[in-house]
């Protein structure tokens, strides 16, 4: 199985259309790679089916989101709760 953080990577350059290797693991989603947060809502649903999780979009910080490691550590806390 392939790391949580890869994945984010690759749905991110399927939506952003870059290389996933040009996306490092502390980009911020805002600043770096220009999410917005009208964005980020239909980056969240594609990143639930692809890593099998679900977001409570009540509980989400901005701390959660502010980068890519971020994101990922987010998943694997969700995946690890289940």
């Known amino acids: 199985m392939k790391p949580i953080i890869e994945t984010v990577k690759e749905t991110l350059s399927a939506y ?13 989603l805002y ?3 220009g999410i917005d947060s009208a964005a980020i809502v239909s980056l969240l649903l594609e990143l639930e089916q692809a890593c099998g999780v679900a ?14 490691r971020s994101l990922a550590l987010t998943i694997q806390a969700l995946k690890d709760d289940e």
């Open 55 to 68: 977001f409570d979009l009540e509980e989400l910080t901005p701390e959660h989101l502010a980068s890519v």
């Open 31 to 33: 600043e770096s790679l």
């Open 16 to 28: 952003l259309s870059i290389k996933p290797e040009e996306i490092g693991d502390e980009d911020r």
